[in-house]
């Protein structure tokens, strides 16, 4: 068996393409050994995956991914070994849902008033009783005709400062921390390039990992990374940010992850 890894996984519960069953199958077929299950603001793709992964040789990783903003910078948290059924926990997530069916509600309310007109019974069938997001939406609107692609969509219409663009309800980096927490997982920060400078008080807050190996990442950035992980006493860890087969989409396992990864991130859950 293969110990091929990848920690961020997004399935179709979120914005993923894939149900969590074929996430786990497409996993088997390619030899990746340990897996999370990381959708965005919810775990409900969780049971489906960690049911089809028995037998299958298929490690799944309880995870999540919070949307969470710092002055209006996207900072988003992993979490890690979740208790899904935390109460606290499992309430604020259903909240998040809750926020994002109205807000793709009035997305898609807005397009209507610009002439862009779909059903919200197409919107709520793309989410596949998921949370829906904007990208649900720019699915409809390309099979409906208005756009070319979905990324036309969030272009002329769906990107902040856009007409039908609507602001979700925002989480902090640290209150994001604190969730997970609560819930007895690891928080690791998300494709941290981009927002390094937070770092350092975002492990003050008690931030357990960063992500280090990321699709984007050649070895300077991944080394750069693996330094501050070292430096802060960081778990590292790494995904390809999968969300589904397509042309020019980025592979499930496509990033290498070394092992002591998953052994750390084993490691510091159960201290």
């Known amino acids: 068996m293969s110990s091929a890894i990848d920690l961020q996984i997004h399935t179709s519960a979120s914005d993923g393409v894939s149900s969590p069953r074929e996430v786990v199958h497409r996993a088997a077929r390619l030899g990746v050994s340990t897996i999370a299950i990381t959708d965005h603001d919810t775990v409900s793709g969780l049971d489906e995956a960690l049911r089809e992964a028995a ?7 309880p995870g999540v991914e919070i949307s969470s903003e710092h002055d209006g910078v996207p900072a988003h948290i992993l979490g890690y070994s ?8 499992a309430r604020r997530l259903a909240h998040f849902t809750e926020a ?14 610009l002439g862009v007109r ?3 019974d197409d919107v709520l069938d793309e989410g596949q009783d998921g949370a829906i997001g904007r990208p649900h939406i720019a699915r409809v609107m390309v099979r409906a005709g208005y756009v070319e692609s979905v990324e036309e969509a969030f272009c002329r219409y769906l990107n902040h400062g856009q007409k039908a663009y609507v602001p979700r309800e925002k989480v902090t980096p640290p209150e ?18 981009n927002v390094i400078f937070l770092l350092e008080s975002l492990v003050i807050e008690g931030l357990d990992g960063l992500e280090v190996y990321y699709r984007d990442y050649d070895s300077c950035q991944q080394g750069r990374l693996g330094w501050l992980a070292r430096e802060h006493g960081l778990v590292a860890t790494g995904g390809s940010d999968y969300h589904g087969p397509a042309p020019g989409a980025f592979p499930l396992g496509g990033v290498r992850v070394p092992q002591e990864c998953v052994t750390m991130l084993d490691a510091r859950h159960a201290e």
């Open 176 to 193: 994001a921390i604190q969730l997970i927490h609560q819930a007895g997982g690891l928080a690791v920060l998300a494709h941290p390039w």
């Open 55 to 61: 037998g299958r040789g298929v490690r799944v990783i």
């Open 82 to 89: 979740v208790d899904c059924l935390e109460p606290a926990f």
């Open 118 to 120: 779909l059903s919200w």
């Open 100 to 113: 994002r069916l109205e807000r793709a509600r009035t997305i898609t309310d807005r397009l209507g008033e």
